[in-house]
């Protein structure tokens, strides 16, 4: 499966940003999927994850109760809805889609399919 993700941009310290991840195939609710991001000199980070039918979530704590992981099979996204959003939020963002339906683990090694990432920066 190709993952395509955006909505990445430019945001003030406390606004919004909506990520989006596409995927080309219509066997997208065969997979669970994830967002990660790597910050410039540190290390890929687990944000969040989602189970193949979107009813289990995992919400990494340093962006819980600001960000929300949801997903819809019927358009092939993913999505990553970001708020009160901090100078250290800013990162490549990176979907990434597991063979296991269940899958909402923050371990890396689980999902064999990434997508190019999307630039988030935020201003203090």
């Known amino acids: 499966v190709q993952l395509q993700a955006s909505g990445g941009g430019l945001v003030q310290a406390g606004g919004s940003l909506r990520l989006s991840c596409a995927a080309s195939?219509?066997?997208?609710?065969?997979?669970?999927m994830g967002w990660f991001r790597q910050a410039p000199g540190k290390e890929h980070e687990f944000v969040a994850a989602?189970?193949?039918?979107?009813?289990?979530?995992n919400h990494a704590d340093s962006v819980k109760d600001r960000f929300t992981i949801s997903r819809d099979n019927v358009k092939n996204t993913m999505s990553l809805q970001m708020s009160s959003l901090k100078p250290e939020d800013t990162a490549v963002y990176y979907c990434?889609?597991?063979?296991?339906?269940?899958?909402?683990?923050?371990?890396?090694?689980?999902?064999?399919?990434w997508g190019q990432g999307t630039q988030v920066t935020v201003s203090s």
């Open positions: 195939r219509r066997t997208f609710s065969d997979y669970a």
């Open positions: 990434a889609a597991s063979r296991a339906k269940y899958y909402t683990s923050s371990d890396p090694l689980g999902y064999v399919y």
């Open positions: 989602i189970n193949w039918r979107g009813d289990s979530t």
